[in-house]
C-alpha cells in the first residue's frame, strides 16, 4: 500500500525560508505532487517531480529522492497569503486511472 | 476559462437523511474524480468517471453512496442514508484525461450531520 508522513504543523516568519517533508512507503509511484489548500478553499496544484532532484518554480522549489523515499517542498521569501495547508500526493503505478493517494497535509503559518 | 463548479457550498441534514451534491467539471476534462476530506486530513478518492465509465470506485461505501456522470460531463454524489462519520468536505476535482498529474479541484462541498 501507500502511506505518506508530514509534520502536523509548521511556524515561520515573514520573509524565512520553510521546507516542508514527506516520507513516503510506496510499492511503486509515477511521481511526487505538492498541493496547496487554503483554509476554506480548493486544493491548487504546485509542483510535480517525476524524476529525482530539485524543480523550482518562483518561490517554491520540490525535491525528490527516491532511494530516501523522501522529498521536500521548500518555500522561500515568505508571505503571509503562503498560510495555508500543504498536502504531499502520490499517483500509484497499479492503478492506471490516475488515483491520488494524499499526505495528512502540513499547516503552515507564517507569523509577521 | 472557468473552474470546477459545486454546489451546494454548504449543507447540514439530520442523519438518516438524504443528500446530493452536483459537480460541472473544467470543459474538456474527461476524468471526473470525487474526493471525500474529513476535518484535519488529506482528501481521499471516493470514485473516478473517465467519460461516463467508472474507473476506479473501490473507496466508495457503495450501500450508501452512489454517483453518475450522465453524458459525460455533470455529475451528482448521493448519500442515502447519511451517517454522523459523513461529515465533511466532498471535492469535486478534474484533469484532462487519467493519469495527468495536475488536478483541478472545485471549492468543494461542506457537510455536516448532526
Known amino acids: 500500500g501507500q502511506s505518506l508522513e508530514q509534520p502536523s504543523e509548521v511556524t515561520a516568519v515573514e520573509g524565512a525560508i520553510v521546507q516542508i517533508n514527506c516520507t513516503y512507503q510506496t510499492s511503486g509511484f509515477y511521481g511526487l505532487s505538492w498541493y496547496q489548500q487554503h483554509d476554506g478553499g480548493a486544493p491548487t496544484f504546485l509542483s510535480y517531480?517525476?524524476?529525482?532532484g530539485l524543480e523550482e518554480t518562483g518561490r517554491f522549489s520540490s525535491f525528490l529522492s527516491r532511494s530516501d523515499s523522501y522529498g521536500y517542498l521548500l518555500l522561500q521569501e515568505l508571505q503571509m497569503k503562503d498560510s495555508a495547508s500543504y498536502f504531499c500526493a502520490v499517483r500509484p503505478v497499479y492503478n492506471q486511472g490516475g488515483k491520488l493517494i494524499f499526505g495528512q497535509g502540513t499547516e503552515l503559518s507564517v507569523k509577521p | 476559462e472557468a473552474g470546477v463548479a459545486q454546489s451546494p457550498r454548504y449543507k447540514i441534514i439530520e442523519k438518516r437523511q438524504s443528500v446530493a451534491f452536483w459537480c460541472n467539471p473544467i470543459?474538456?476534462?474527461?476524468?471526473l474524480y470525487w474526493y471525500q476530506q474529513i476535518l484535519g486530513q488529506g482528501p481521499k478518492l471516493l470514485i473516478q468517471f473517465q467519460n461516463n465509465g467508472v474507473v476506479d470506485d473501490s473507496q466508495l461505501p457503495k450501500d450508501r453512496f452512489s454517483a453518475e456522470r450522465l453524458k459525460g460531463v455533470d455529475s451528482t454524489l448521493k448519500i442515502q442514508p447519511a451517517k454522523l462519520e459523513d461529515s465533511a468536505v466532498y471535492l469535486c476535482a478534474s484533469s484532462l484525461f487519467s493519469g495527468r498529474e495536475t488536478q483541478y479541484f472545485g471549492p468543494g462541498t461542506r457537510l455536516l450531520v448532526l
Open positions: 470543459s474538456g476534462h474527461a476524468t
Open positions: 517531480n517525476a524524476l529525482d
